[in-house]
């Protein structure tokens, strides 16, 4: 019989294991492809769920500063109301509204929520944010504009509010 002398492997079976090991290579190449742009996918959409998550924060306390705001109006009436009452139905107008109002039946610091300072009270002209219209013998209309009315019997309160819309409230 014939012996052959067999010294590791053939040529043939060096070429698959070689083509095996490239496949996985490639196959390995690919899924981390996949995974990488996934991963930067998921980076874009992190990234768009924070600034959606930053602007209803935004808004949200857009809303909770004109709340604070209305609620701000309601004290100022009702104080005023109350400081009438105390002095013959007479209300008080001009710097005195923050004197005898304001510091007198307030016991809160009255600032604006987004300023941080005291509301400017004022009468006559139309008001910016921090500053509260009060005006003697006039009410508050559906659209939150002042009716004149024909007695100081009446006082509306209004404010401008974030979204650049006017918040009135009255004694009626």
Not at 7 to 18: R, T
Not at 37 to 65: C, H, P, V
Not at 155 to 169: H, M, P, W
């Amino acid at each position: 019989m014939l012996k052959l002398n067999q010294k590791g492997f053939g040529v043939v079976v060096a070429l698959l294991v070689i083509a095996a090991i490239s496949l996985l290579g490639f196959g390995g190449y690919y899924v981390y492809s996949q995974n990488t742009n996934t991963s930067d996918d998921t980076a874009k959409a992190k990234e768009t769920i924070q600034s959606n998550d930053s602007k209803s924060m935004t808004s949200l306390n857009i809303s909770r500063r004109d709340t604070q705001r209305k609620s701000d109006i309601g004290l100022l009436l009702a104080r005023s109301e109350s400081y009438a009452a105390n002095n013959n139905g007479s209300y008080p107008v001009g710097s005195a509204v923050k004197i005898e109002v304001i510091d007198k039946y307030i016991d809160k610091d009255f600032v604006d929520p987004l300023l941080e300072v005291e509301y400017i009270i004022i009468s006559g002209l139309e008001s910016q944010l921090g500053e509260i219209q009060y005006e003697l013998g006039n009410s508050c209309d559906e659209n939150d504009n002042f009716t004149t009315e024909s007695n100081d019997r009446y006082l509306a309160v209004r404010t401008l509010l974030e979204n650049n819309k006017f918040f009135c409230q009255d004694n009626t």
